[in-house]
């Protein structure tokens, strides 16, 4: 049985973080693209998302989607059949990334999102290549569609996120765990220690991307997920 493909997106990305994955699965899926929450917890976030999914399926989560997926799979593994942790951290924030949320988010909300995105946290997203720019284009459109309100919930959402540790232990479905090459915000340490926490899983380092292999590699990634989707 071919269970629906659920995908989370990440912070300030919308289903064209996706885009790529949508349109090849889609042909043999169903595909459920989870929306921005204007909640600002990690908890109410996945009830809002549960709330709108099938009974059962397979998810798959980008970074703070990651974050997301594995607060649903640790609420309710019984509807979970796979499960695909992508550029994603399973530890609590640092206190020294919570220390610069504070200021971006006031920042923010002095009406200065576009300088945000493009100064603090774009820049972390990609590998420095020319041939990104359309990339970094899509991200800061999707970012001020989105708007200050979804950053500053998204931010204080992340700033108060458990370890997942034994969420990971827990798991017992089929678990791919996707990381870029050169993610600097999720590095491949994390993604192994993912891999040594969760039985059944498998790890798989997408050469030439760092955060956002989707858009970055986006065929070696559909090739990896589609092979894996059939195992």
Known sequence: MKYPLV?????????????????????QYLVC?????????????????LSQLPKKFILIGLSMGGILAMEIIKKVPERVMKIVLMDTNFKSETSEIKSKRIPQINLVNEGKLEAVMKKQILQNYLIKNKNNQQILEL?????????????INQ???????????????NINVPSLIICGRYDRLCPIDVHREMESLIQNSTLEIIPNAAHLPTLEQPAYVNKILGKWLLQ
């Not at 693209?33 to 998302?49: D, V």
């Open 155 to 169: 931010s204080k959402a992340l700033t108060t996120r458990q370890n997942y540790k034994e969420t990971l232990k």
């Open 7 to 27: 995908f989370i997106p990440g912070m300030m990305c919308d289903s064209r973080l996706f885009q790529p994955q949508i349109n090849e699965f889609s042909k």
């Open 139 to 151: 991200c800061l459109k999707m970012a001020k569609d989105l708007g200050k309100e979804i950053f």
């Open 33 to 49: 693209i989870t929306p921005a929450s204007h909640s600002n917890s990690i908890e109410k976030i996945s009830f809002e998302i």
